[in-house]
């Protein structure tokens, strides 16, 4: 049995990344992180393509949906139609700064609606299977009180049933900075979130931003109940092969790199037989071999747009075996 919090460890909705093909590749990598979409928003699931944002080729047994919106009736909709699909999590995004998002009244700037948030999670609950949680900030603009992220979470936690909350530990700016500024000039103030917990200790309480070593989850880990990455992940995807062992104490082995390479190439016949574009499939893989020599020689196979237009899975062979000879001949 899994001693261990639902929330230990977590992988960071990323817009354009996070899709069902990088969760492909995480799950392989661990089996016991939990997995975020990209945000999706609530419109987009109802009315648009589900397919494409919701089939998971892995079970989805330990993965959440992102939904972008404010509407507490399309909210409720899209979270059933994802509890359908077999999700266990349904996660609000109320941290999100980007203009757009802010245009269309959703996102970071809902921290200063908390009535609001609190009608969205409850649609959102009603179809009862599976958990609603929010990823918020700990402030926006010029919040400096913890007070605002403590409000914040007790309004909700009061008003709400909900016991999972994500919190990036920094402000969201909504006015002068592009989202990926937001994502590093802000301060982080761990110690805030620290702080949820004490307040709040019955809480699952999930700490992002800025986290990107084994050693650094460890220390968070004795302060909060989860840890997410984004941004470390996305750059060495190889850090979640060591968290089975190191944080949920298994001892399976890991996937050799050999091991991997199959997997994904019959994953990519499967899929380009459907048509999906080769390039939207290994583009999360890029970033797979980072440290190792040869790795140019990877990627610069993989991104090589006329063979890519091919779309023909035997360029994933090529590409590992390219890498793998040269690493041969410097040994
Ligand atoms: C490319 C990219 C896209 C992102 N898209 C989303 C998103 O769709 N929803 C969301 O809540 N956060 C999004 N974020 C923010 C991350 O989830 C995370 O909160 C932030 O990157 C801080 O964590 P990190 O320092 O571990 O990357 C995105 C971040 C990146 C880098």
Redesign the pocket.
Known sequence: MNVYSTHRLCT??????TDRHFRFMARLLCQNVRLYS??IHANALIFGNRQAFLADSDTTHNTAI?LGGSEPDALAKASQIIADAGFVEVNL?C??PSPRVQKGSFGACLMRSVDLVADCLNAMMQQGQAEVTV?HRIGIDDDEDYSVVCDFVGALSHKTPCRTFII?ARNAWLHGLSPKEN?DIPPLKYDFVYRIKQDFPDLNIVI????AHNEEISQHLQHTDGV?????I?HQPMLMQTWDKTFFNQTHSALTDDDLINRLYQYAVQETAQKTPLRNIVKQWLGLFYGQNGVRLWRQTLSDSTQLAKNNPELILLAFDKMKSFQVAVE
């Open positions: 960071a909705p990323m817009l354009d990344w990209e945000m992102q995004n941290g999100c990823k990036h994502r992002n931003g800025g986290i997410m990455l984004g941004r470390g996305y």
